[in-house]
């Protein structure tokens, strides 16, 4: 960023300024509050998320350094229901993002379609990626697509569901220009969230734990070759490793050798 687009110091402190403000009014609006779900709480809580947003921005434009502070995720800033007791109608929003991980393969899947097809393609969409991704689309449900995206060259992404709550269903053809302008986070009755995010987090867990385990393996193998150890060590007044050794050898040649009567005993049972 050059020096001409960067904010002056007098913009970062009113910034900051502005982040003490939000966090009075916060405060306030938690002190003040009628339940667990008061709205001016959550409205308080957004202000001052914004205000320490624009600050962190503008302190790192200006100064290079960031703050301490970290925005909750959607997850936790969802705003309190605000919708009706008892719904009568609903709508399900549905987020999924897909990247496209084989062209080619997405595309052969596609020309299969259009030799299926008995009325034929006039043009070969299956040619191109978009072609292909509309007559996928087209011809399968999006849930087969979900639960089959690696046939189709499909890498997921993140995706969302919101189930939101209403009085009475739409009209038809109501909100087909937009369907998704009138989707009021404050009548979510419940959502669900994929993301890799998340399974980062749950594998950091995992890491952990396999240390520990790791270290605890470690001990108990050290305990049991120290026990060992103090088994095959020499006591007091005991007998050593090395003078079992030489009491089985001994044994062993006595067996071995024969005595001196042994083979005219062998011999006179022949006869």
């Known amino acids: ?12 402190r009113a910034a900051a300024e502005a982040v003490k403000t939000a966090l009075d009014r916060h405060l306030a609006a938690v002190e003040r509050r009628s339940g667990e779900e008061d709205p001016a709480v959550y409205d308080a809580f957004n202000q001052l998320a914004a205000a320490a947003e624009a600050y962190d921005e503008l302190l790192y434009d200006r100064y290079d350094e960031v703050t301490p502070f970290e925005i909750p995720g959607t997850e936790d800033s969802m705003p309190p229901y605000t919708g009706p007791e008892e719904p009568s109608a609903l709508s399900v929003l549905i987020r999924r993002d897909y990247s496209v991980a084989e062209p080619q393969r997405l595309m052969a899947q596609a020309r299969r379609v259009e030799a299926a097809d008995e009325e ?16 996928l689309f087209g011809e399968f449900e999006p849930d087969e697509i979900a ?9 997921e992404g993140d995706s969302t569901l919101w189930v939101t709550a209403a009085d009475e269903t739409a009209d038809p053809g109501e909100w087909l220009e937009a369907p998704f302008d009138q989707a009021d986070p404050e009548l979510v009755v419940c959502r669900f969230d994929v993301s890799a995010v998340f399974d980062d987090e749950y594998d950091d867990g995992l890491d952990d734990d396999d240390e520990d385990d790791a ?15 103090d088994e095959t060590d020499d006591d007091e007044g ?9 009491d089985l050898d001994t044994d062993l040649d006595d067996d071995l050798d024969p005595d001196e009567d042994a083979e005219p005993a062998r011999l006179e049972a022949d006869r």
């Open 238 to 246: 005991g007998v050593g490793a090395g003078e079992l050794d030489e």
């Open 147 to 155: 639960s089959r995206h690696k046939e189709f060259g499909l890498e």
């Open 215 to 229: 270290d605890a393996d470690a001990d108990a193998d050290a305990d049991v070759d120290d026990e060992m150890d």
């Open 1 to 12: 960023m050059s020096d001409a687009a960067q904010p002056t110091a007098a913009e970062v």
């Open 120 to 135: 034929g393609v006039a043009a070969e969409s299956s040619g191109t990626v978009h072609g292909a991704l509309g007559l």
